[in-house]
Structure formats: structure tokens, C-alpha cells
């Protein structure tokens, strides 16, 4: 059975080249979020394996939302998607309860590896 | 937020590329056989397609490609340069910098690059057809780890000093993989994973030097733990960008670390010392330029504006106190703000040819659109002028250049037939005068048609039905009125009735002034002043009942007392007799529709615009100040007297008086 993702990032260009390097491997994406509102909700209805969660989206932003799934999902396997500079807010983003992290732009061999560990 | 900022990295990046493109594709269109610009543009359009690739810019990525492919042909000599081939390539490249721009939007796919790519595949597939063996199948981007370029080549293992919680524990050794984008954030998930296994004593460097990113790409702690040392070494590879993992125990550890640079330890400040490791060994790589969001340079300036106001009032009120050490503190004081407001200034300052450089291009095109030849020229592209001044100016420039291409220079038949060369010239020379620059566009064309222009002006009322010839500033003057063409069509490039005048409200709305001189048959020159930067100008200060005014001080070129013996009745309006001028009166007061009476005889501020001169009475100067302008919105009809406001010294708002709506 193939692992269920949920995909959150605010630009659909985002979404839709991480949507494609998961399907390609065999990943399912089973929903999108466009903010951070959404990804919480999202989590609630749908309980993927795996989120990739971008930090920076409207309507709350991902390290909010990736403490939020924390508390609803202690187990909850999270992979931030960051931005070159964004370190800080990597950092927090883990401490918040993020596995790991993939830096933009991405790379899909790159982005399995980091799926792979966060789901390892 | 952050992704848009990468973006905009990507776009500044791609457009310099693209203005790369676009010069050196005109360079190969005057010399089809030259080798330099094809491996100029096949680099230039190779970048673009690696960046585009690594955002995931397909449409970008697949027309980068096929420009790409083709001018592998041509610097292979297996595809020679045609006509027909230099269309296909501006085709290509004036799609892929719409596909940019969309892309970096998010709406890469709406742009159409599935025909210019057809286009240049229908050149590949002629030039194979020929024989040539062409390596055309779509080769997959590998975009390199750019970061890896810049990662020092031989890092020394970091030291861990004694104090460091030497003794209990073992040392753990951690090497990132060269290149490991955001490896303080990667540190940071080793060493939280390492506490998954036990206790982390100590890390060096420490911590918060860790996550600012102080270290290169080795980094040890100190772990006590139960776990042996393959169990360690295993699950924090596993954490990934982990290049090597090595574990020492305390006894052989002890010796093996000890020395190093006396940082470390927990307590050590964070990026001291081991933050950018021993001087022997630091790597020379200091950055020569920084990229800097203009926002900042932005609030930069506006702080130092205040700065700068906050100054006047200090200097005001200490001159009031008498007290000599204090005075002596606050000059220095000034002197240094002033040489901070020069240095941010000229932190500010670009060579105009960042945007102009576009303009070949441009011309190129119109000039074919219009089956026109045209030689077009730039002339001080590396003067340099305020950033914002910059992107403000491009497009009264491009409006100027296509007002040149549409209506001065005529075609090639009516150019021989006048006794000129066929190829008509345009210059657009850039120079820098005092604290002005001027930027002007001239054509060799011919001229402004005198006759058509008074002809149209007097159906519109806008002269005397009397009027049997206009001089060069009342033809200024006409041409400049919103919705005044004598352009029989429309045409793709002006000649809607939206031309001159928006070029000299924006120009104006700048506190500069525009010149317009032209012959007929021989040509027409547009010139145009800037002040050097838009944010702080010199002004007299000047009173009107009980407000003050600025006039900035660029456009001044005397003041001198109201003798009323001076003033004269011209046709009904006031003039100033100064020596020999006469000049215009102007009356504040009236202006701002003022009905006390002036308290005194008055103050004559001699003004200048161009060759244009006026008389503005006021009741009183009060002095000279340097003025942070605060910009209004350019006024859209209606005469406009005021182009800002500023704060004086005392803290008072005062509005800037724009001079050239004035004259």
C-alpha cells in the first residue's frame, strides 16, 4: 500500500511539482492545503502518512501548523519545505515537532531521500 | 513570502541574462558570423534553462532548451545564421522573457512557447536534414548545487576544547555533505537527534553558532551515552546531508582534541572564535556585492532623511544655548549624518544602462515594424542615477524613443528622397551636469511638422487663430497638452493621443523639466533634467502670511528685493523688468488664493526651467534647508503648484513648490 501525502504550500506551481515528484514514486497524494488553516483541517479529515508543509503560506503559517498537528498527532510526520535563508525558521519549524527539511529549489531525488527518512 | 523573494532572485537573474541575450543576438544579427555572441547567448540561455529547471519554470525549461539546441548548431557550424533564423531566435527570446516573468507569477503555463519552440525545432529538423548529426534529444536539466561552488575546499576538523565537557561522554565527530543547503538547520536535526540517544554535554560550535550558520561543515558534541559507538554512528547518518559520523572514546578522545582555538564550551558566546575558525585558515571569500531588497535601501533612506531633519532642529536649537562643547559635539555629529546621506545616496545610485540596455532591442524592433532603418546609438550608459529615479524614467524613455521612431524618422525612400542618408540615426545620450542629469533622445528625422502642429492647435483653440508661426517653447508648450496628436493612425507604437504629456507630467512629478527642440527636416532633440535623486533636494525657504514654502533650490537663480518701480503691465499681466529680462510675474499669494494683504514690499525668487524664467513674488526668505521630499501622487489635470511636503527643522509640515508647472 502506498503512503498518503498532504501537500501545503500557498503556490499551486509548488504544490503541483511536489505533487508530481511523490506520484511519480509511487506516493499517493491524497489532498492539498493552501494555508495553514487548511493543512490543519486537512489533517483532521484526512490523517496522511506524511505532510509536506510549506513555512510560509497565508491564513497561518506552517510552523503554527506544524505545532498544531503536533498536538493533534504526536506521531505526525511532517517535512517543512524551505527557502534559502530561511534557517531560523527551519530550526523552529523543528522544534515545533518537523522531522526534517527540504531546501527550494528542489531537487526530486533530494525530496524522496528527505521522505524517505521522515517516514524511515 | 519567502518563496517570492527566491523568485524575484531568480527573475533579477534571468533578466540580466536576458538583456545578455537580447545585445548579443543584435551583435550576431550585424555579424552572423561572429563566435562570440553565440557562446555569449548559449550561456546566457544554458543559465536560464538550469535555474528554470531547479524552480520547475517548464515552460521556460523547454524554450531555453531549443535556443539552447539550436545555438549548439550554430557554434557547431552545423546551422548557419539567416534572416529568417535571427526572427526565430527574438521570436524565442521575447517568449522565453514573457515565460519568465509569467513563471515567476505562477502562470508559466498560460505563456504560448509551444510555437516559437516549434519554430526553432523546424531549423534543427532542416540543418538534420542536411546531414548534420544533431544531438537534439531533450536532455533533462541536472541543475548543479549551486552552494557547493562556494564550499571551502579542505576544512580542518573542528577543535573541541578541554573545557568543553571533556571527560564524560564520547566525542562525536559530525561532517556534512559539501554544499548542504541551510546546514545550521541540519546541525540542529543532528543534534536533536543525538539527544534521542542519550545526553548532549556539549556541541561545538556552540549551538547558536551552529544555527547562524558559523561553522563550515564540521561540527562535534560531546554525547554521553549507553549506546555503542556503531548504534551512535548509525542513527545520525540516518539524519541525512551526514557526509561522515566518527565517535571517539573519552581516553583516546582526550588527546586527539585537545588544543584548538580556545572557543567552545558552552558558554562561549555564540559565533565567537570557532564561528569563523582560525585566521590561517579562513578561506578569502569575502563577497564583493551583496544583493539588497531596494525596500530597504528604501527605509534607508527615508531614516537618514529624518536624520537629516532631526539635524536642522538639533543645530536650531543649539545655536540657542551658547554653549561652545555642545556645539562642537553636534557639528561633528552633522558632518558625520551628512556623510552617511552621501553614502547611502550613492549606495543607491545604478548606471542607467541597467535599464537601458533594453533599448537596442526595442529600437530594432519598432524600426522593422515600421520598415524603417535606423542606427540607434547609446551614449553614457554607465552614468549612474537614483534607483528609484531609474525605474521611474524607463518609460517616459521608451516613449520618447518610439515618439523618434514613429514620427521623426521617416522611411527609407523619403530619407534619399530629402537628401539623406537611407538609415536615419537616434541617439539617446546620457550626462551628468552638476546635480542634474540629463538624458536625451535625438533623432535625424524630420523634425516636428511647425505648420501641422499650429494648424491642429489652432482647431483646438489652443493659439490664436492669428498666429501664423509657433517658436520652439510654445510648440512645447502644445504638444504637451493631454490628448494632442497629429498623428493621422494609430499606430502600434504612439501616436494615441497619450504621448508628450505623460512624458512631462512624469517628468515634472520628479522635480525635472523637459526641453523640446526641433528642425524642420533636420531633426527634433528631447531633453530632460533629473535632479540626482528624488529624496533630498536644497531648498529656499520662503514665507507666505503664515506658511512656508520650499523651492528647491536647482531651479533658482536669484532673489532679489520687489522694487515696485520694476514691475510693469504687459498685455494685461505683471511682468519683473531684472536688467535686461523681462520677466513673468508670479504672485503667491494669488496662487494659493490668498486675500490678507502682504505685510511688506516683498521677495523676487528668480526661477528656471530650461530657458524659461519667471518672477515668484513672496513676502519673505527664510532661509536655506535641506529637505526630505515626501512625494505626492502626480496630480492628473488641474494645475498641480505642489510636487511634495517636507518637515522643516521646527517640526512644521511644509509643501514643496513645483517649480516647472509653475513657468
Given at each position: 500500500m502506498s503512503h498518503t501525502v498532504l501537500v501545503c504550500d500557498d503556490a499551486i506551481f509548488m504544490r503541483t511539482m511536489i505533487s508530481d515528484i511523490l506520484t511519480q514514486s509511487g506516493?499517493?497524494?491524497?489532498g492539498e492545503a493552501e494555508t495553514g488553516v487548511q493543512a490543519i483541517e486537512k489533517y483532521k479529515q484526512l490523517r496522511p502518512d506524511l505532510v509536506t508543509m510549506d513555512i510560509v503560506m497565508p491564513d497561518m503559517g506552517g510552523i503554527d501548523a506544524v505545532r498544531e498537528i503536533t498536538k493533534l498527532d504526536g506521531n505526525a510526520k511532517i517535512l517543512m519545505c524551505s527557502a534559502m535563508g530561511q534557517q531560523a525558521l527551519v530550526v523552529e519549524a523543528i522544534q515545533a515537532g518537523a522531522k526534517d527539511f527540504v531546501v527550494k529549489p528542489f531537487q526530486p531525488s533530494r525530496v524522496l531521500e528527505a521522505v524517505q527518512r521522515v517516514l524511515g | 513570502m519567502d518563496l517570492a523573494k527566491y523568485a524575484e532572485l531568480f527573475l533579477t537573474e534571468s533578466r540580466e541574462h536576458l538583456s545578455v541575450l537580447n545585445d548579443q543576438l543584435l551583435a550576431l544579427e550585424r555579424e552572423p558570423t561572429a563566435a562570440e555572441p553565440v557562446g555569449a547567448i548559449f550561456r546566457a540561455v544554458h543559465t536560464v534553462k538550469g535555474m528554470s529547471a531547479t524552480m520547475g519554470y517548464r515552460a521556460v525549461t523547454e524554450l531555453a532548451h531549443e535556443l539552447e539546441s539550436v545555438l549548439d548548431r550554430v557554434r557547431r557550424e552545423q546551422q548557419t545564421i539567416t534572416p529568417a533564423l535571427m526572427d526565430a531566435l527574438f521570436t524565442a527570446a521575447d517568449a522565453l522573457e514573457a515565460a519568465i516573468e509569467a513563471s515567476v507569477q505562477?502562470?508559466?503555463?498560460?505563456?504560448?512557447v509551444a510555437t516559437p519552440v516549434e519554430r526553432l525545432k523546424a531549423f534543427a529538423a532542416a540543418s538534420r536534414g542536411a546531414g548534420a548529426p544533431a544531438a537534439g534529444t531533450p536532455a533533462r536539466a541536472t541543475p548543479a548545487r549551486g552552494a557547493a561552488a562556494t564550499a571551502p575546499a579542505a576544512p580542518a576538523p573542528p577543535a573541541v576544547a578541554r573545557g568543553s565537557g571533556a571527560g564524560r561522554g564520547v566525542l562525536v565527530r559530525v561532517r556534512l555533505v559539501a554544499g548542504t543547503t541551510l546546514r545550521g538547520a541540519r546541525a540542529f536535526l543532528v543534534v536533536k537527534k543525538a539527544e534521542t540517544l542519550g545526553t548532549v554535554v556539549a556541541v561545538v560550535p556552540p549551538l547558536e553558532a551552529l544555527q547562524a550558520e558559523a561553522f563550515d561543515r564540521d561540527f562535534a558534541l560531546r554525547l554521553d551515552t549507553t549506546l555503542p559507538a556503531d548504534e551512535v554512528i548509525g542513527a545520525l547518518r540516518s539524519v541525512g546531508d551526514v557526509e561522515t559520523v566518527s565517535v571517539e572514546s573519552p581516553r583516546t578522545g582526550g588527546a586527539a582534541v585537545a588544543g584548538g582555538r580556545g572557543a567552545g564550551g558552552t558558554?562561549?558566546?555564540?559565533?565567537?572564535?570557532?564561528?569563523?575558525?582560525?585566521g590561517a585558515r579562513a578561506p578569502a571569500r569575502a563577497p564583493r556585492h551583496v544583493r539588497i531588497d531596494l525596500r530597504r535601501l528604501d527605509t534607508l533612506m527615508n531614516l537618514v532623511g529624518e536624520l537629516v531633519i532631526t539635524r536642522g532642529r538639533l543645530q536650531q536649537l543649539v545655536a540657542s544655548t551658547g554653549d561652545g562643547a555642545l556645539e562642537e559635539v553636534v557639528s561633528q555629529a552633522s558632518r558625520l549624518i551628512g556623510e552617511l546621506q552621501d553614502e547611502i545616496m550613492l549606495s543607491r545610485m545604478v548606471p542607467v544602462g541597467h535599464v537601458f540596455d533594453r533599448f537596442p532591442r526595442l529600437v530594432r524592433d519598432a524600426a522593422k515594424a515600421l520598415g524603417k532603418e535606423i542606427t540607434f546609438e547609446v551614449r553614457g550608459s554607465d552614468i549612474e542615477l537614483d534607483r528609484s529615479m531609474l525605474d521611474e524614467i524607463g518609460d517616459p524613455i521608451v516613449h520618447l524613443l518610439r515618439n523618434a521612431i514613429d514620427h521623426g524618422i521617416e522611411p527609407p525612400d523619403a530619407r534619399v528622397a530629402a537628401g539623406k542618408p537611407p538609415s536615419g540615426t537616434l541617439t539617446l545620450s546620457v550626462a551628468r551636469e552638476r546635480s542634474t542629469v540629463t538624458l536625451r533622445v535625438a533623432d535625424d528625422g524630420r523634425g516636428i511638422d511647425r505648420v501641422r502642429v499650429l494648424q491642429k492647435a489652432k482647431e483646438q483653440g489652443l493659439v490664436d487663430a492669428g498666429k501664423t508661426e509657433l517658436t520652439d517653447d510654445e510648440i512645447s508648450r502644445v504638444i504637451a497638452r493631454p490628448g494632442f496628436s497629429t498623428a493621422e493612425r494609430v499606430t502600434d507604437l504612439s501616436g494615441r493621443g497619450v504621448g508628450i504629456d505623460v512624458v512631462m507630467n512624469r517628468v515634472r512629478a520628479m522635480g525635472g523639466a523637459v526641453e523640446i527642440r526641433s528642425r524642420q527636416g533636420q531633426g527634433t532633440a528631447v531633453t530632460v533634467r533629473l535632479p540626482l535623486t528624488l529624496a533630498i533636494v536644497r531648498a529656499l525657504l520662503a514665507r507666505v502670511h503664515d506658511e512656508v514654502y520650499a523651492v528647491p533650490l536647482a531651479h533658482v537663480t536669484e532673489t532679489v528685493e520687489l522694487a515696485p518701480r520694476a514691475v510693469k503691465q504687459v498685455q494685461g499681466r505683471e511682468v519683473m523688468v531684472l536688467r535686461d529680462d523681462v520677466l513673468p510675474l508670479i504672485r503667491f499669494r494669488e496662487l494659493v488664493r490668498l486675500n490678507a494683504p502682504p505685510s511688506g514690499p516683498g521677495q523676487v525668487i528668480v526661477l528656471e526651467v530650461g530657458d524659461r524664467r519667471a518672477a515668484l513674488v513672496v513676502d519673505e526668505l527664510t532661509g536655506q534647508q535641506e529637505i526630505v521630499v515626501k512625494q505626492f501622487d502626480p496630480v492628473r489635470d488641474g494645475l498641480a503648484l505642489f510636487s511634495g511636503a517636507t518637515i522643516l527643522p521646527d517640526g512644521a509640515p511644509a509643501l514643496i513648490v513645483d517649480v516647472g508647472s509653475l513657468i
Open positions: 506516493f499517493e497524494v491524497i | 505562477g502562470r508559466g503555463d498560460d505563456v504560448d558558554g562561549a558566546p555564540a559565533g565567537a572564535g570557532a564561528a569563523t575558525g582560525g
